[in-house]
């Protein structure tokens, strides 16, 4: 299943160095209600109640790249002003690294506000200076990057004036020397001035402009990409097709078209940012193509789902796979508000919680009568799981002999099971005092043994069930029939 590679792949995701120059900004957001019409012209009146700004530009894609647990290296132009120190405060704030920030005193910084009313955009209001940057800020500013260290080049391009021709082929002609990939979010509708990018990532409108002409399905999409990517010596050409999906074309490869991973589009605002940045970090981390665009297309169904400029991480984007993989039966035990969620909605109707843990490494029939025996004591199935390390330590260095993954996902498949939680000690002690349950149960061998956390159950009230097994079935048993075989 590439939903359950991807978890994979995004937890071993590592930190990459990303390089992020362009157009930095601030976008501005006033938040209020209209509920009535201006006597002085015919336009409504929005009543604010609140105000807050985000990082915009290509401060939105390093505030993406950081929230996927990367490295942001950041380089553009901000005013002297104080909008020009929020986005270096804010870049600084997410832990990127701003010190390859220009300081312009004639040049405000770019703001972009916006008037909200009822999650719906009113009005935008731009404060900018769009001018090129003179030669020795231009020298300065490729200096600064090609002096840095970095495993992926973004070009984040607004139009705005930072990414001149002479600054693009000087970046782009470093990241081919250092053999990394060099990504460009485009503006101008010539796509040759990107000319030895890695890929280039427009939308469907910016494609059809440097087409000159509509497309409007699939296959006009793939014969002028593929011409789009061909005159402009790209390795990849990605179209962004808004609540359609991501159109991924490759030299000497079939189109690769991913439908939208979006439940509602509530605003499209900053998606491409994810999306190149998403696809930077994947690429940069050594994940092959077709898994870096599935994580960019489910990173921009996340980010098209909430209102304006906003950052997926890491974290949130595990969750989002979990759920489409496992009907949101799984958390990790050191995720406390995730698991703390989890949790609560399974006792929101007041369900009677069972809980019960185990390695669970080969599922076998005595697993599946025990479970469904577990679960006929409550109304909800807790299984605390140990994670690949810890059954390692209990079991011996050949064990688990299936990763954890993918014992989650079997457990889950189960319709007896309503949580699964990983957790990574030797016992499920401090799982059982955050689950609190109302009925502890275990394998009837364990009478002699003790039961881990009985006590703590007992003094809250709940009871420790024993539950008989099923003779002559084990994990321990398969592979030694295995190994005799």
Sequence with gaps: MPERNLISRLQQLGKPRIAVLGDLMLDRYVWGDASRVSPEAPVPVVHASREDHRLGGAGNVAANVCGLGAEALCFGVVGDDAAGREVADGLRALGAQAEGLLIDAQRPTIQKIRIMARNQQMLRVDREDARALDPQQ????????????????????????????????????????????????????????????????????????????????????????????????????????????????????????????????????????????????????????????????????????????????????????????????????????????????????????????????????????????????????????????????LKGPERPINPLHDRVEVLAALECVDLVIAFAEDTPQSLIEQVCPQVLAKGADYAAKGVVGAEFVRSRGGEVQLIDLVPGRSTSAIVERIRDA
């Design 138 to 393: 231009q020298q300065l500013l490729c200096e600064r990057l090609c002096a840095a260290k970095w495993d992926a080049l973004i070009l984040s391009d607004y139009g705005k004036g930072i990414l001149s021709d002479e600054i693009l082929r000087r970046v782009l002609a470093e990241a081919q020397r250092r053999g990394v990939p060099s990504l460009v979010d485009p503006k101008h509708r010539d796509l040759t001035r990107y000319r030895g990018a890695t890929v280039v990532t427009p939308n469907r409108a910016e494609a059809e402009t440097a087409a000159g002409r509509a497309l409007p399905d699939l296959a006009s999409l793939a014969a002028a990409g593929e011409e789009l990517r061909a005159r402009s010596q790209l390795d990849a050409l990605l179209i962004t097709l808004g609540e359609e999906g991501i159109y991924l074309l490759r030299q000497g490869e079939k189109g690769l078209h991913l439908p939208t991973a979006a439940r509602q589009v509530y605003d499209v605002t900053g998606a491409g940012d994810t999306v190149i940045a998403s696809l930077a970090v994947g690429l940069a981390a050594g994940m092959d193509w077709t898994d870096s665009v599935r994580l960019a297309n489910a990173a921009a169904g996340l980010a098209v789902s909430k209102v304006g400029t906003t950052v997926v991480g890491r974290q949130e984007l595990l969750h989002h796979l979990r759920a489409e993989v496992l009907g949101g039966k799984f958390v990790a035990a050191g995720e406390g508000e995730e698991l703390a969620g989890a949790l609560a909605a399974l006792t929101a109707e007041g369900r009677r919680v069972v809980f019960t843990n185990g390695c669970f490494d080969i599922l076998h029939a005595g697993h599946v009568r025990y479970l469904r025996e577990a679960r006929r004591l409550g109304d909800a199935l807790v299984v605390g799981l140990n994670d690949d390390a810890s059954v390692r330590r």
